[in-house]
């Protein structure tokens, strides 16, 4: 076992030497994406490829002298496989970086690779905050939930939901969500009188909400994972919980813009914070959706789009930066203080953390002309994440 595990950490090493020096004979540049495209986070997979796919469409394939290649592997939703796809990558395709990662197991799974072989990995959806901590390679465009749920804190109790329960996937970033959900609701006057937590596989959720509606609070206010939202709202409908007066809040999961317009009526009015709605109304957002709606067949783009497409800005940018010539290290350095506007708003890479700073809206769910959509409202600016160990 000890023997394997050298022999593993040589290879990684050598294919980072290798990296370093391909330049001259080699002038591709390789983005190995790992993402659930099967299973029960496919739509995860599914929207973040498109959101990349986009990207190189609109940007062209050469930068910097170099031809970008995209390679997808998909991880079938199970954490596990995370590892040995990242080796396949790393010491056979010779990525020059990482990207996608789903959940947070799968981002866990691979940051020692990323250390090891000194390869850049940038994270696409997974959203718990210690992720960035796990190792000095990664980066991320996608948002955590503590940087969400804060926002959703101190909002609701100012607007009538001060006694509430929290629903959250029981896995890591739905302990930030609690956590960081409470801090502030509690910090404005609120209280949460129960957590609960549902498991991430096969959730049913209904025993959760019959407990919720025995309580009566003013509000539930829920995380699941993206795709798991429309079975919440359905079940809380079906209960009658609204009719009951128990509002519905949550994180943006909830009212993924992906799944909106199965969820129907039932969902006017959910209130949730998040960094991205497809309803943001700027002139580049407007752009991005027709361009995406167009590319996938009328599918929506959502969050996990948009950290894609804004994923491969930022390698893209430190490709131009480093002249094309940049192994591990000096790709990762120019990715560090990266400052755009992308469509979900203004964005930039925390240099010191190596996470996303960005606007958290509030939005509610409204319905124009026939589909439905998370409408902003309220906006707090440049949120950094609070997650981080102090
Ligand atoms: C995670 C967080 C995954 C939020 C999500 O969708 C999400 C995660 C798949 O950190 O595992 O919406």
Do not use: C
């Not at 609109?58 to 796809?85: C, F, W, Y």
């Not at 996608?142 to 926002?151: D, F, G, H, R, Y």
């Not at 409470?182 to 910090?187: A, D, I, P, S, V």
């Not at 991005?288 to 893209?316: C, E, H, S, T």
């Amino acid at each position: 076992m000890q023997k394997r595990h050298f022999l593993h950490a040589t290879a990684l090493a050598m294919a980072a030497l290798a990296s370093g020096h391909a330049g001259a004979q080699d002038n591709r540049f390789k983005i190995g994406f790992i993402l659930p495209m099967t299973g029960p986070q496919a739509s995860t997979g599914r929207q973040i490829e498109a959101g990349a796919k986009l990207f190189l469409a609109e940007h062209g394939d050469t930068v910097a002298g170099r031809k970008v290649e995209m390679i997808v592997k998909d991880d079938t939703s199970l954490p596990d496989v995370n590892k040995r796809l990242a080796q396949q990558l790393i010491v056979s395709d010779q990525v020059n970086v990482l990207a996608g990662f789903g959940i947070t197991p799968a981002a866990l799974a691979t940051a020692p690779l990323a250390t090891q072989s000194k390869t850049p990995m940038v994270i696409m959806s997974a959203a718990t905050s210690s992720i960035t901590e796990a190792s000095p390679y990664i980066v991320r465009t996608s948002m955590t939930l503590a940087q969400i749920s804060s926002v959703m804190g101190d909002w609701a109790p100012r607007n009538g939901a001060k006694r509430v329960v929290s629903l959250v996937t029981d896995y890591a970033p739905g302990y930030d969500a609690e956590k960081f959900f409470k801090e502030h609701l509690t910090q404005n006057g609120g209280e949460v009188i129960e957590s609960l937590r549902v498991p991430l596989r096969n959730p049913d959720f209904a025993p959760y909400l019959q407990k919720v509606r025995d309580l009566k609070p003013d509000a539930l206010f829920v995380f699941v994972p993206s795709g798991a939202g429309a079975a919440v709202v359905k079940q809380f409908l079906e209960r009658g919980m609204d009719k009951a007066g128990i509002r519905l809040i949550g994180t943006g999961d909830l009212a993924d813009d992906d799944q909106l317009n199965d969820m129907g009526d039932g969902a006017l009015g959910v209130v949730t914070s998040f960094n991205y709605s497809m309803a943001h109304p700027s002139a580049l957002n407007k752009k991005f959706v027709d361009a995406f709606l167009k590319a996938n067949k009328g599918m929506r783009p959502n969050f996990q789009a948009v950290a894609a497409y804004d994923g491969m800005r930022v390698i893209y940018e430190a490709l131009k930066t480093t002249k094309g010539q940049g192994g591990g290290d000096a790709l990762l350095a120019a990715m560090k203080g990266q400052a755009f506007e992308s469509p979900r708003g203004p964005m930039s890479i925390d240099p010191q953390t190596r996470d996303v700073v960005q606007n958290i809206y509030l939005r509610k769910v409204e319905k124009q002309g026939g589909e439905y959509y998370n409408v902003e409202f309220d906006t707090r600016k440049d949120v950094k994440d609070p997650g981080k160990a102090k």
